[in-house]
């Protein structure tokens, strides 16, 4: 299969249908689960397809180095590449990473004020303008009302995608949907929300906030525990 058919046969497609054309250029996104479920596939499956797109990818780490984000990224793609028959996979590894930055908090203390500086960076000095940026683990507990200001400015300024993973614990107050919602107070900056729900046999991604609309529909995507790709229910 070629790059363009996998682009094509993403369930990322599908997860655009369930939401009115997917997160869309100047929103922000939220990825929700309990440690260890997926957050970090969740994010790098979307930049995997951003960057097999030709889209310009920034992927934040609050928590890892650059390294280990990019082993993470290498493993994905080789079980990607072979689920998917991909031709030229050489070729296709290195567009994605010449289609993406990591860059790693993980000595350095995470701001949103650094993480403007750095999309700003790459924009004017690096010729690389970021069509998506992805913050692992984004400090939601320690942020508030400006600091969320701030990053949706940052999606309209950039003209870009900004997803956020937020961790959710146990005693996680749930919402009217009955899933732990951590960042619920930050709703009216946040157009799409999605909670990573375990199964036995995998994750079902629950959609708990689908821009303006007052129903939210399900997704019809899973995430495979295994190879930590996307797949539709139908295969799931």
Known sequence: ??????????????????TH??????????????????????????????????????????NNTVEAVRNFYDK???????STHLEHPDEVRLMVEQNRHIHSYKDVSFSVDRMVGV?????????FKVD????DNFPFASS??????????????????VWLSALSHRDTKKNELGYPDPVEQFDPFIAVKIYLDPTDDYIRLRLLKDHDSKEVDEMGVDLDPTTL????HQTA
């Open 132 to 135: 998506a940026v992805l913050v």
């Open 229 to 232: 790709l996307l797949k539709s």
């Open 21 to 62: 054309g997917g997160l869309g250029r100047g929103n922000l996104g939220v990825v929700i689960s309990r440690a260890g479920v997926g957050k970090t596939a969740f994010l790098v499956d979307v930049a995997l397809d951003d960057a097999m797109r030709k889209r310009k990818v920034l992927h934040m780490t609050v």
């Open 76 to 82: 994905m793609f080789v079980e990607l590449a072979k």
């Open 144 to 161: 508030g009302e400006e600091e969320m200001r701030a990053v949706k400015q940052l999606a309209e300024e950039m003209d870009c995608e």
């Open 119 to 127: 999309a700003r960076f790459l924009r004017d000095h690096a010729d």
């Open 1 to 18: 299969m070629y790059r363009k058919e996998v682009n094509e046969r993403s369930p990322l497609r599908i997860f655009e249908k369930s």
